[in-house]
């Protein structure tokens, strides 16, 4: 009889498609290990327990998330970068393309919602994290907020750019790529990552270091006002490590809001377009040369555009093609070779 139990126990469990090591007699049986798993019953993988505080949120990981969300871009490409195509389960809200190096791993990943999703379609996909890169991604209104993600059994992260007091630089990158790597257990890609993209904008900055810094003018949007970048966001680093000065570097926010008679008083000599969704550059630089008003600030003027993608401009991967393709725009003589020309 005890054979025959223990037979009619193997084929059930072969039916059920349970996992060998719940089948098994002993510890030592095991199948093959979840993301950041050890593959042993009971034994903690590499790295975990994990504790991070993001943003006011701690939260202790006991193994690598394994049905990760992305949601905005730059997270979407960190996770990427790190070789975690495998561990996203759905995606949302592009600012621009994704880049060429990414393609092949992004389109082999469900698209949740072109925005942002709903609740219900977010917990569809059955996530145990969710990366979002902008505040708006956790809103508490559309049910997508980081208490109640938590509270049933879903852990989140916010990009620190959005709650870091202070300006946001080339360390807090650092502090993300390590902080995320680590969440995934991959510290070592989160490494070199962060080796390349320092060694990168070091480059950049040895190359500028003599050169004249005009004031620079971010015109993010706006019509009746004007939509710029403050002095807290990586996109006033990313100025400065390009060899310009934030015309608005004194605003302590990542983006506010300004009137047209600041921008006038302040005579920026360059206006930098943030490139994504509807309104074109080329829709946005009309928007400045046929403003009366504008007509002698320096930079319409003398027609001076330069433009990134905003997915360069946030905390994420892009923030040294971002420094890079930002002063071969300022300083075409300094340009390396193969950076984008001033528009």
Known sequence: ???????????LCAALLTPLAACGGSEGSSGTPAPGGSGRSGAAAAGFPYTVDNCGVKTTFKAAPARAVTMNQHATELLLALGLQDRIVGTAYLDDSVQPRFRA??????VLAEEYPSKEVLLGANPDFVYGGYSSAFDKG????????????VNT???????????????RLRAEITEVARTFGVPDRGERLIRDEERRIAAVRDRVRAAKRPSVFVYDSGEGSAFTSGGNGIGNEII?????TNAFADLPK??????????????PEVVLIYDY?????AAKKARLLNDPALAQVPAVRNRRFV??????????????DAVESLAAQLHPGSKSGDTPAPR
């Open 1 to 11: 009889m005890p054979r025959i139990r223990a037979a009619l126990r193997t084929l």
């Open 105 to 110: 791993a992004y389109d082999g990943i469900k």
């Open 142 to 153: 559309a049910g997508r907020d980081r208490a109640g993600l938590q509270d049933i059994g």
């Open 157 to 171: 992260r916010l990009s620190t750019e959005y709650c870091t007091e202070g300006p946001v630089g080339v360390g």
């Open 240 to 244: 400065s490590l390009a060899g310009g």
């Open 254 to 267: 990542t983006f506010a809001d300004v009137s047209w008679e600041q921008v006038i008083a302040r005579k």
């Open 277 to 281: 969704g509807g309104t074109g550059v």
């Open 307 to 320: 433009v990134l993608p905003l997915s360069s401009a946030v905390l994420g991967v892009r923030v040294a």
